[in-house]
């Protein structure tokens, strides 16, 4: 499906944001087991949010910005509260309404030639930074348990088996201006290949989710 778009004014505006405020990661690591179940295990997610953060540092700052990262303790937590809580309706109903894919009958064409989304104005939070745009990331890893990774194994070597594939990893990206406006955005999953635990798989997993980030390559 061929739709007009408003992509490449998007594009220009994003490219004008020359210093970024990253939000603190919503990073949530899961151990995986062989039964399907997921359970947070906290030191892991805070380990692979680190990893995230120094990693996304690197990969705007390779691209030519300017970044800023939000201290955990600032007056804006209300502010940051609501405009995450807001991002996340909002990607929703862009995945939704403005990305086509096969059996998607909730594709609105108006929507994606004249894509209009926003997590509302954050002028004065960003201002408090000096930024002049928002970087809003999110992500989740499941990291197979032994017995999962055995269970694999089997199901590998027996072709009549239902074949489990190992845990995903997902990381998700927003840019957005003073306005809050959505001018980029990009999500990624990978099957079983990297562990934001690790901080060299996390920066390379990083690197790829930024490759097309609008100003250059990361």
Do not use: C
């Given at each position: 499906?061929?739709?007009?778009?408003?992509?490449?004014?998007?594009?220009?505006?994003?490219?004008?944001?020359?210093?970024?405020?990253?939000?603190?990661?919503?990073?949530?690591?899961?151990?995986l087991s062989a039964g399907?179940?997921?359970?947070?295990?906290?030191?892991?997610?805070?380990?692979?949010?680190?990893?995230?953060?120094?990693?996304?540092?690197?990969?705007?700052?390779?691209?030519?910005?300017?970044?800023?990262?939000?201290?955990?303790?600032?007056?804006?937590?209300?502010?940051?509260?609501?405009?995450?809580?807001?991002?996340?309706?909002?990607?929703?109903?862009?995945?939704?309404?403005?990305?086509?894919?096969?059996?998607?009958?909730?594709?609105?064409?108006?929507?994606?030639?004249?894509?209009?989304?926003?997590?509302?104005?954050?002028r004065e939070l960003l201002?408090?930074?000096?930024?002049?745009?928002?970087?809003?990331?999110?992500?989740?890893?499941?990291?197979?348990?032994?017995?999962?990774?055995?269970?694999?194994?089997?199901?590998?070597?027996?072709?009549?088996?239902?074949?489990?594939?190992?845990?995903?990893?997902?990381?998700?990206?927003?840019?957005?201006?003073?306005?809050?406006?959505?001018?980029?955005?990009?999500?990624?999953?990978?099957?079983?290949?990297?562990?934001?635990?690790?901080?060299?798989?996390?920066?390379?997993?990083?690197?790829?989710?930024?490759?097309?980030?609008?100003?250059?390559?990361?």
């Open positions: 499906m061929n739709i007009p778009n408003n992509y490449e004014e998007r594009e220009a505006r994003a490219e004008k944001l020359k210093t970024v405020l990253l939000l603190t990661p919503d990073i949530t690591i899961n151990s399907d179940v997921k359970e947070e295990m906290p030191e892991w997610s805070n380990a692979g949010r680190a990893n995230v953060i120094k990693a996304v540092e690197v990969a705007l700052e390779s691209n030519g910005r300017k970044v800023k990262i939000l201290d955990p303790n600032t007056t804006y937590l209300d502010t940051v509260s609501g405009v995450k809580s807001l991002h996340l309706a909002v990607m929703e109903s862009i995945y939704d309404h403005t990305i086509y894919e096969p059996g998607n009958m909730n594709v609105f064409p108006q929507r994606i030639e004249h894509f209009d989304y926003s997590v509302g104005p954050v201002n408090a930074y000096r930024a002049d745009g928002m970087l809003i990331v999110r992500g989740q890893d499941n990291i197979s348990t032994s017995g999962r990774k055995a269970l694999g194994v089997v199901n590998f070597l027996n072709p009549f088996s239902q074949k489990q594939l190992g845990g995903m990893t997902f990381l998700e990206a927003t840019l957005t201006d003073s306005k809050g406006d959505v001018l980029w955005f990009l999500l990624k999953w990978n099957a079983g290949d990297y562990d934001l635990r690790d901080p060299a798989e996390a920066d390379k997993f990083v690197k790829d989710v930024f490759e097309d980030f609008p100003g250059g390559k990361s």
